[in-house]
């Protein structure tokens, strides 16, 4: 698709807003980002890579079937957008589930205020600024290389700060807690790019089993030895599903 191509931040190139952003208008609507940083690529993988799009394998029809039975059923499908970023994914997932109930969870900051802006015209996108764990708490949010993908977060005390680069803290939320939010709520679809704190998301992971697609991009190459995947992989063979690798992610989907 051209007119996500390189070209097109030529047409971005006058000063940015106050915040700091830009903005590419394409027929997708209008998408702000930083020009500092990686949005604009982020961008391109999910809505030309199309990384999430799950029509483009057979089981696709598979979710799209039980997100319209969710619908005739007066249920509300919930997407979790676990790691939402710059909110570019929660817009795609908006698009391709409309009446689904969307939680952009984002535990920095930054990458929080800018999602708030993309989806600001979106009313079933909810932006949680927080990290999404096994259980609440508190993490640390770390920015070591000055790259908003690569924020990364480990559980802390309130008083207590580990290693280099920028620091700050959020709260963490639970797949449970975000689902409790909606009366009427299932899970359709949970999506994780957490810089490898799945490995604490998928401790106990009961919520799994109640999912129909778990979309997950896992960080053992980011974080060789530290084992980041071991307690997804334990929860995922504990299931009967089709895996699928879309890009960098890997996909499960019940089909029963």
Known sequence: MKELGPLIITRALRKPDRRGYSVIKTRHGE????RSDTD??????????????????????IVKDAYNDLILNQR????????????YSSRFFAQMYPLAQIFAV????????????N??????????????????GIVQVEHQDGYSYSARTRRSEPDVVHGPGTIERAPVVTIDELKARVGNGELLIVKVDIE????????????????????????DWMLPGARTSRSLQKAMLKED????????TLVWIKVD
């Open 40 to 61: 604009f690529w982020i961008l391109r993988q999910i809505f030309v890579d199309r990384e999430y799009d799950l029509d483009r394998f057979p089981q696709g029809k």
């Open 196 to 219: 490898g704190f799945e490995s604490d998301l998928f401790e106990n992971a009961t919520w799994v089993s109640q999912t129909r697609a778990v979309i997950v991009e896992p960080h």
């Open 76 to 87: 509300t499908p919930l997407v979790i957008d676990a790691g939402a970023n710059a909110g």
């Open 119 to 136: 989806v600001a015209n979106f009313t079933n996108i909810e932006v949680v600024e927080a990290a999404v764990g096994s259980q609440p």
């Open 31 to 34: 998408f702000f980002f930083r």
């Open 106 to 117: 984002e535990p920095a900051s930054g990458n929080a205020a800018l999602c708030r802006a």
């Open 241 to 248: 599903r089709d895996l699928l690798i879309s890009g960098d």
